[in-house]
């Protein structure tokens, strides 16, 4: 699924119901990856699985207008 979404950026998603339209954009910044970590640690107390984001696939969805 992930390199299909690097592929086809624009997606939709559903949230209690409501549908958005967005656009993916993978995260290739190590520091915006490393602020990521720290936040999911914080609510989740452990950290992600992958620490280097060469090796992670986490995108940043923006509102498609």
């Not at 992930?2 to 290739?28: F, I, K, Q, S, T």
């Given at each position: 699924?992930a390199?299909?979404?690097?592929?086809?950026p624009?997606?939709?998603l559903?949230?209690?119901?409501?549908?958005?339209?967005?656009d993916a954009?993978?995260?290739v910044?190590?520091?915006?990856?490393?602020?990521f970590?720290?936040?999911?640690?914080?609510?989740?107390d452990?950290?992600?699985?992958?620490?280097?984001?060469?090796?992670a696939?986490?995108?940043?969805l923006?509102?498609?207008?």
């Amino acid at each position: 699924w992930a390199e299909h979404l690097e592929a086809h950026p624009r997606a939709r998603l559903e949230v209690e119901g409501m549908l958005y339209d967005v656009d993916a954009a993978r995260v290739v910044d190590q520091a915006e990856f490393d602020a990521f970590a720290e936040a999911y640690e914080d609510k989740y107390d452990y950290e992600p699985r992958n620490g280097d984001v060469t090796e992670a696939y986490l995108f940043r969805l923006t509102p498609r207008r």
